[in-house]
């Protein structure tokens, strides 16, 4: 399984966005002031959003393409993980959640 999207879920989505882009030449399109696509010739990659107080995590999260979404996520928390965003529809995505492995680090899945 290889990683499908990655997202940067920081306090300052602004600075996140100039760290990202001066540091790997990321290009970057700004959708609104909480989020930005990271990618080239229209296939983002991945996203740099804001974390607000409510935020499930900040940070980078790797997501993963899973068939069944609720089974994956009931899988993790069978082997010692956590819930920590429930399923949530993305336009164009399908659902998204992430859940936390056994030693705590945010693990993100792209399912229907």
Known sequence: MTPEW???????????????????GWPVT???????????DGAPAGGIGQAGPGS????????FRV????AALDRAERLGGGRRL????????GRIAVFTDADGNPVGLLGD
Do not use: K
């Open 86 to 93: 429930d399923p949530v529809a993305v336009p164009g995505r």
């Open 56 to 63: 499930p995590y900040t940070g980078v999260v790797v997501y």
């Open 67 to 70: 068939e069944d979404i609720d």
């Open 6 to 24: 990655f997202d940067v879920s920081s306090p300052d989505a602004a600075r996140a966005r100039t760290f990202y882009q001066e540091m790997f």
């Open 30 to 40: 700004v959708l609104d002031e909480t989020y930005a696509l990271i990618g080239e």
